[in-house]
């Protein structure tokens, strides 16, 4: 009998396919190279030794196999002890988490959070639904933060002027002694420079010190002002997303970045909700204004391309549009006269502002923080003619002195951030530390690892180490202003000093933090007592603590004018954003971060310079088309160029203002044409081991990750500046991007459609290929998903289903088995249409799961251990023959982990039984089992299973290769601190061992535990529904996710899987997946410009919903397709 | 087999330099290394096992703790398991007392005992006592206390006798087959929830306990997990 080949369903000529999909521009073009790559197993490299030569290798197995030797010395395992506490602490149960309410330190607002903690060492950061604006949901950043408390180049210990190891008393009696010193004379001549914060006991240590010190300067600064706006104003703006049903944006990334990111995506996540025709009627539309791609503009319905210098005067055009059709003619009038030079469609701003008019009272414009305050206060005025849902809170923000004050130091004390290396090119505070008599510097890093302190030290100043937020009392604020703890859950892990305690004395108190927040809370609670105190330090918010609405404020025309620069191919203009890895700088040296890849682009580890295809086009890097394609004719894609498996980008040059840097080329759809978008928070000149590259360290040299922008950033343009210029380098240099990892090859796995298409055909995601392919369940297709999870129907299948849920397994209940309550079968459903891919879930399972950080050369070779794949699909309809690379694409951002098949394919080809089906329909995997076949992988039609090429958990980045004879993590080694993150309730697993997603089987059997625990001598063991979230569902800020039992008609996911939007993905390979997508609904104003086209896929969703011109459109769309004789029909 | 022994057996060609019989040594040796290796696997199968590398291990404690004089109502004492491992209801581990339990009672009895002197320094530096572990599970099994005691698996069933111990020992295997014994007949160990710590509880007549088990087993809908997911995250 010959081999079957399995062909995966092809459309027929003349039939409509579905819409071509592409994650990038070389899946789009099909080129030769990314066939070849998409076909391999692996990424070409990730199972090949490169690194190692052969004679190399073969002294190290044997040098390995000598080692071995010895340790078989001795038969029983080594000796092992325990060590039970001398006096057993209050609340710690060993082998119980204990939760503590806490908060994630933010410039603008603080994140509410609940910290795991396993006896006292902080394990995992959860949101704290207490606080209900962020529900169970944290940010990425959040997330990663535990493992910054581990980060093996924190500092330490602190420092003298004179490089003396300070003691803990001994720097406080060198603050004492600076601080009397300084109110000698008043604090003449004394500046701090220090990031902005939330914390009310700051802000009152502050007041202190100023009036302890009225000559010292107060500077705050941080690189990526969020408060900018409020700065101005002297109130906060906040839009009531979850109220709001049109949003306008104007390049502000309110879904993708800043503190408040948690609590706008869940708000705005809940006004997207659509399982009905009239809940599509009710779902919130959001246009976007803005240059560079961001999470938002991922996430538009109508996206309008424009650059950062021109989008101010936008706003005043926005603004003027709205007055002019509220009946504000005169006022309309006098703003549209003060603009000038914007370029734009003015049917797109007419239609927008329609929109936004039709919904007054329940539309809303969201301003940039960085656009001009005249932009503000003209969107302002337009928020009032539209009765917009916003908020205006009396924040009690101050502005504090500018940056470029600490020239006049004489003595400097710099708290925090990283000034040396992320201040504007125009203020060299390097030159005010060594201008200044004295300097003391703290902060997170000592100066082996951080600019700042490093130039502190050679200047001869004092650094003091700073603690972790998890290690130290302080307060804050969240976005709203409720008053939330900062509470130390481990002690100071070094001898450290918390930022209130550094100031202190300068503000001539003498209280420890802790009284410091005590005396802060018996000022902003009615209730003093100690029980209220506790009881808010227990629950984590301090209810109607929120900041005071503002009634009168100004609303006036605005009296400056708006011109647009013209921007052109010799005048571009550069975006400056914090980058996702690193923040501004300040994260940079987190694996977690470094290592998840940018939702937009997916590069990893370094940052790029994005350049929209038209002027990639313009460059004439090329001329050299190298895929010739049906539809696009012949195309140059040398800027994105693939060399070997890997991404391959010209490098390029931009000057503006006689500074320049250098960064290699990355072609990003969907950029203004004249926009480039620069990443800051990279090209770190002293920093730690993840910040920078390990090869160059492994030579002795320090070279930061990526390349360094804030040379361009000056401080009148901190967001953005015009006058670039772009020359190109005559190299190219490869680049870390995981884009094309893991390919699907295209399949369609990606539904989407129109809100309108939703209301005529709820039930448009079930067609498509499945309505081509065989159907999986033939006659038992109306099972319900109970029936079908439990019994694993034959459908018209020739071979009978093993049953994998044959319960009770126990003799006793052979012959009884309908007395015996059915097993919970546990299921998932990711609903696409409120994913933002923001990325959160991604960190959370990655800080869940134990999942190693492999650093770039491996991911270069294509190793990347991430659980959770968060594809970005782009997609463009308009293509014809002869077009370009699209600049106006559709994104589409699609999770992609376990998705648990019933009949899962890997199962069938494993020789050694590691992975097989429980009881409950999970699909695990038994490490211990594992020899490293990954035939598994070779299987899997989703490409979710991840090897361990190497031993990443037990040896360093650089030192993957020399196996035993490298230098391995020792207990006592500051490399090994990150172990102590590590899940206790989860394996660490070692080198030659498949891992995939578990659906968290450890929180599963935690939750059956307990509920059984507690049952003790009664029946009541099934797990109520919400008693159990897996990591991924509770970080995510848009409540996509949800999991839980789907035999139970009554439970979340059992009602989110029964949406009419839900489909599987790659069903028809008869997987059965446990893990199904509930369809992408764009919300469409087809009065819009263009809207006629949208979603881009719209053509062959109508071709799909009618099966083409061959199959005619007389049927009648609906159920009827999905069920199993009509498929069958058509393929025969 | 014939043809094979005639050919064996054949008569040497005149001036062979080895004897006749040399010519059985290749079978010779097969067989040979046939019964080595059989026995070696047998061997291996046998011996390189808990059942016979881990049972009975019974190292020293640093201070020489009795159960037998302590624990159990036969003792001197008749303490209750839960007295000292006071969690075991509660954690998926079952704690090593912290030394200031021990100081319940022995700040008033044996203060200054040397067999005690350990357990004060401990209570009076706070510096761990350095218990060796006896009951050692592979890091990638997660056995639960307070699921089984809560739901009528006593101590006794993994652990033995130990209110008869003077050292502690480990009595029983604990390697898979042994927990799958038991994930399979729950029947055979179920006891009623009293009866958990009372490591001497027998039902009256041997088969009363198959009749109880079964009666536990349905009554609180008892399915003990066989899937790898069980015991392995």
């Given amino acids: ?1132 | 087999m014939r043809k094979l022994l005639e050919f064996l057996n054949r008569p040497a060609s005149r001036g062979n330099f080895f004897s006749h019989s040399i010519n059985a040594a290749p079978l010779q040796i097969i067989v040979c290394l046939l019964i080595t290796g059989v026995v070696v696997v047998a061997a291996i199968n046998e011996y390189a096992t808990n059942k016979y590398l881990n049972v009975g291990y019974t190292p020293d404690q640093p201070v020489a703790f009795d159960h037998s004089f302590h624990a159990g109502p036969d003792s001197v004492l008749g303490l209750d398991c839960r007295y000292c491992h006071n969690f075991v209801e509660k954690s998926g581990h079952s704690n090593v007392p912290s030394s200031n339990t021990c100081w319940n009672c022995h700040s008033q009895i044996k203060t200054d005992s040397p067999a005690l002197a350990l357990i004060k320094r401990s209570v009076e530096t706070g510096e761990a006592v350095r218990w060796v572990k006896v009951h050692k599970l592979p890091d990638f099994v997660y056995f639960n206390h307070s699921v089984h005691v809560n739901r009528g698996v006593s101590c006794v069933e993994c652990h033995g006798r130990i209110d008869q111990q003077a050292v502690v020992g480990q009595q029983k295997s604990l390697n898979m087959s042994f927990c799958l014994d038991c994930h399979r007949n729950p029947e055979l160990v179920l006891r009623p929830l009293d009866k958990i710590t009372d490591l001497s509880y027998k039902t009256a007549k041997p088969e009363d306990q198959v009749e109880q088990g079964t009666k536990f087993v349905h009554d609180w809908k008892v399915n003990p997990p066989q899937s790898c997911s069980g015991c392995h995250r």
């Fill in chain 1, 1 to 1132: 009998m010959s081999k079957k080949v399995f062909e995966h369903p092809v459309a027929q000529p003349g039939e409509p396919t579905g819409p071509q999909y592409w994650r990038s521009l070389e899946e789009r073009n099909k080129s030769p190279e990314f066939r070849t790559r998409a076909e391999r197993e692996f990424v070409d490299g990730a199972s090949q030794i490169t690194t190692v030569e052969r004679r190399e290798f073969l002294m190290l197995m044997g040098a390995s196999f000598g080692l071995a030797g010895l340790g078989l010395a001795g038969c029983r395992e080594p000796r092992t002890h325990t060590l039970p506490y001398a006096k057993q602490p209050e609340n710690t149960i060993p082998g119980i988490a204990t939760f503590y309410a806490s908060s994630f330190p933010g410039e603008f607002a603080n994140q509410p959070l609940l910290v795991e903690t396993h006896q006292h060492r902080p394990t995992k950061i959860e949101g704290n639904p207490s606080h209900h604006a962020n529900g169970t949901a944290s940010s990425k950043f959040a997330q990663a933060s535990v493992l910054d408390l581990y980060d093996p180049d924190r500092a330490q210990a602190s420092y003298g002027a004179n490089g003396e190891l300070l003691s803990l008393a001994a720097s406080r009696d060198f603050l004492r002694s600076l601080s009397a010193e300084a109110k000698a004379n008043g604090g003449a001549g004394l500046v701090f420079v220090a990031r902005p914060s939330t914390s009310p006991t700051r802000a009152r240590l502050v007041a202190s010190l100023k009036s302890n010190l009225p000559q010292a300067t107060w500077i705050e600064y941080t690189p990526v002002a969020q408060n900018q706006a409020e700065l101005a104003l002297g109130y906060r703006v906040l839009p009531e997303y979850a109220v709001a049903r049109r949003f306008l944006s104007l390049d502000a990334d309110f879904l993708g970045s800043g503190d408040g990111m948690v609590e706008a995506t869940r708000a705005y996540a809940s006004a997207r909700r659509a399982d009905s025709a009239e809940q599509a009627e009710q779902m919130a539309r959001l246009y976007v204004v803005e240059s560079t791609f961001s999470i938002t503009g991922a996430a538009a319905d109508h996206r309008l391309r424009a650059g950062s210098s021109q989008i101010s005067a936008l706003a005043a055009l926005f603004a003027a549009e709205v007055l002019a059709q509220t009946g504000k003619g005169s006022e309309a009038a006098a703003l549209r006269s003060k603009v000038s030079g914007v370029k734009v469609d003015e049917a797109w701003v007419k239609e927008c502002v329609a929109d936004l008019v039709a919904h007054k009272g329940k539309s809303v414009i969201v301003a940039g923080n960085h656009l001009s305050v005249e932009a503000h206060r003209a969107v302002q005025l337009a928020n009032d003619a539209l009765a917009a849902p916003v908020k205006y809170l009396a924040s009690g923000v101050k502005v504090t002195a500018a940056l470029s004050a600490v020239k006049s130091a004489k003595t400097l004390v710099i708290l925090g951030g990283n000034p040396v290396y992320d201040a504007p090119a125009d203020v060299n505070v390097a030159e005010a530390i060594k201008s200044a008599a004295k300097v003391v510097r703290w902060g997170y890093h000592g100066a082996a690892f951080d600019e700042t302190s490093a130039a502190v030290k050679a200047a001869g100043g004092v650094v003091l180490a700073a603690s972790h937020y998890l290690e130290s009392w302080s307060d804050g604020r969240t976005l709203d202003g409720t008053y939330v703890p900062v509470q130390p859950m481990i002690e100071p892990l070094f001898p450290t000093l918390s930022e209130l305690e550094v100031l202190s004395p300068f503000a001539g108190v003498t209280q420890e933090p802790y009284a410091l927040v005590r005396e802060t809370f018996n000022g902003l609670s009615a209730n003093k007592s100690d029980e209220a105190f506790a009881a808010w330090l227990a629950e984590g918010v301090l209810a109607k603590s929120s900041y005071a609405v503002i009634t009168d404020r100004l609303s006036t025309l605005p009296s400056g004018s708006f011109a647009a620069p013209e921007l052109s191919e010799t005048n571009l203009e550069v975006r400056f954003v914090p980058s996702i890895h690193s923040g501004d700088g300040l994260y940079a040296n987190n694996g977690w971060l470094a290592e998840s890849p940018d939702p937009l682009t997916r590069t990893c580890w370094e940052n790029v310079i994005l350049i929209s295809p038209k002027m990639a086009k313009r460059l004439e890097i090329e001329p050299e088309p190298m895929v010739i394609n049906e539809y696009i004719g012949a195309l140059n894609r040398n800027i994105n160029q693939i060399s070997a498996g890997k991404l391959l980008c010209r490098v390029a040059k931009i000057t503006v203002g006689g500074a320049t840097i250098e960064g290699p080329l990355f072609i990003m759809p969907g950029l203004a044409d004249y926009t480039l978008g620069l990443q800051l928070g990279f090209g770190r000149r002293v920093a730690g081991r993840v910040a920078t590259r390990v090869d160059e360290r492994l030579a002795g040299r320090i070279t930061g990750n990526g390349f360094n922008v804030y040379p361009l950033v000056e401080t009148a343009q901190a967001a953005f500046r015009a006058g670039v210029k772009l020359t190109l380098v005559a190299k190219s240099v490869q680049v870390c991007n995981m884009q094309d990892h893991w390919s699907m090859e295209g399949r369609d796995v990606v539904r989407e459609g129109s809100a309108e298409d939703f209301k005529k055909n709820t039930n448009f995601a079930k067609l498509g290929i499945d309505g081509h392919a065989p159907a999986v369940y033939g006659k038992d297709e109306n099972l319900s998903p109970a029936e079908k999870a439990i019994t694993t129907p034959r459908g018209n299948s020739a071979y009978e289903h093993p049953d994998h849920s044959v319960a009770p397994n126990v003799a006793v209940w052979k012959g009884h088995e309908a007395e015996f309550p059915k097993l919970q079968q546990w299921g998932m459903s990711i609903d696409l249409n409120t994913c933002t891919g923001c990325n959160a879930c991604v960190t959370a399972c990655q800080s869940e799961n134990n999942i190693p950080v492999v650093g770039r050369d491996q991911v270069l070779k294509g190793r990347n251990m991430l659980w959770i794949r968060m594809d970005r699909y782009f997609f463009d309809g308009r293509e014809k023959p002869g077009m370009e690379i699209p600049t106006d694409p559709q994104v589409t951002f699609m999770g992609v982990a376990c998705q648990h098949c019933e009949t899962a394919p890997c199962e069938t080809v494993c020789p050694a039984n590691a992975t097989v089906h429980d009881d409950q329909g999970l699909n695990t995997m038994a490490y211990n089992r594992c020899i490293g076949t990954r035939y598994c992988a070779n299987n899997c039609p989703y490409k979710v299973r991840r090897f361990n090429f190497l031993d990443y958990n037990k040896h360093e980045a650089g030192h993957y290769y020399e196996g035993p004879l490298g230098p391995a993590k020792l207990p006592k080694d500051p490399a090994d601190l990150p172990q102590l993150q590590k899940n206790p309730d989860v394996s660490v697993r070692m080198r030659g061992v498949m891992e995939k997603c578990t659906y968290c089987v450890q929180r599963i059997q935690e939750a059956k535990i307990h509920q059984k625990a507690h049952a003790r001598n009664s029946a009541d063991i099934r797990v109520p529904d919400g008693a159990l979230k897996v990591a991924c569902q509770q970080a995510c800020p848009a409540e996509a996710i949800e999991f839980g039992d789907i035999t139970d008609p009554h439970s979340r996911v059992a009602k989110a899987k029964a949406s009419s939007r839900t489909y599987g993905a790659l069903t028809y390979l008869n997987t059965r997946p446990r893990t199904t997508y509930q369809a992408k609904l764009r919300n469409l104003n087809l009065r819009m410009p263009g809207a006629i086209l949208l979603p881009l896929s719209r053509k062959e969703m109508e071709g799909r919903e009618g099966h083409g011109a061959t199959h005619g459109a007389g049927h009648e769309v609906g159920n009827e397709h999905a069920s199993a004789p009509h498929g069958e029909a058509h393929h025969q």
